[in-house]
């Protein structure tokens, strides 16, 4: 018996045997997020308006250095994630969806590796 | 199949709001507006890792009155999105879906947004 609708047998597609990945990664990244995220928030916001130096010395802590990698990459996978969902719910026209899906994600992975070399400059 | 023309449920136009269906979205909304702050957060390091000049230039940016209310309003975005994403836990370990809980937690997502959004513009 075939269970496929008669849509997907016209389309050709089956699963991808990765439906829940979405979904876990949303949820892993946000656990490691709930703690990193408000060290991160409280710790940023004493480096707004100081001067050059401080951030330097901030970063020179090898954990602190690798706290703030893997919460750029936590926080952009996470809202990667984020905006593909939202991009997928309330955008209808399908050239439009997808010229927008590739455009956040090209944004978000530019965005965020540029930030960790950034980050890892100053720190090394 | 052919696109349905007939309209759909929930009718947004005479949709009572409540509580649940507010905060729902605006889970979603803070979600996108903070991934503009993650953009915003890359520019400060990568701004540092530049140079001195542009540490300045960005610097400046932020700690201007326009750019503290910018960060202000992301802060809250943050402890919002942050609490009602523990709700979004609970809920993914099936717990809470009484509808009085519902209601409850989600009061309480809105205070303690509020609450952490105060004390970490007192601490920090």
């Not at chain 2, 523990?86 to 509020?114: C, S």
Request: aromatic residues 14%.
């Amino acid at each position: 018996m075939n269970l496929r609708t008669p849509l997907q047998q016209v389309k050709g597609l089956g699963s991808a045997k990765e439906g829940a990945g979405h979904w876990w990664w949303q949820r892993l990244t946000a656990i490691i997020l709930l703690p990193i995220g408000l060290w991160f928030v409280f710790s940023f916001l004493r480096l707004i308006g100081g001067d050059h130096q401080t951030v330097i010395a901030w970063l020179s802590s090898p954990w602190k250095a690798a706290l703030v990698v893997l919460f750029l990459a936590a926080m952009f996978y996470h809202a990667k994630l984020g905006m593909q969902i939202v991009i997928e719910d309330y955008i209808h026209v399908e050239w439009l969806k997808m010229t927008c899906l590739i455009a956040m994600q090209f944004i978000l992975l530019l965005f965020g590796v540029t930030a960790v070399l950034a980050v890892l400059r100053l720190a090394l | 199949m052919s696109k349905a023309t007939r309209p759909l449920s929930p009718h947004l136009q005479i949709y009572k709001p409540q509580l649940t269906s507010v905060l729902s979205i605006t889970h979603r909304a803070t979600g996108v507006v903070l991934t503009f702050g993650a953009l915003a957060i890359a520019l400060f390091f990568i701004a540092a890792a530049s140079g001195e000049e542009q540490f300045n230039t960005i610097n400046g940016v932020f700690d201007s009155g326009f750019g503290k209310l910018l960060m202000f309003a992301w802060s809250f975005c943050f402890f919002y999105h942050l609490c009602n994403g523990v709700r979004h836990l609970f809920w993914d370990a099936g717990q809470g879906f009484e509808i009085e809980t519902v209601y409850t937690t989600g009061k309480i997502v809105v205070i303690a947004a509020l609450v952490l959004t105060a004390l970490l513009w007192i601490v920090a």
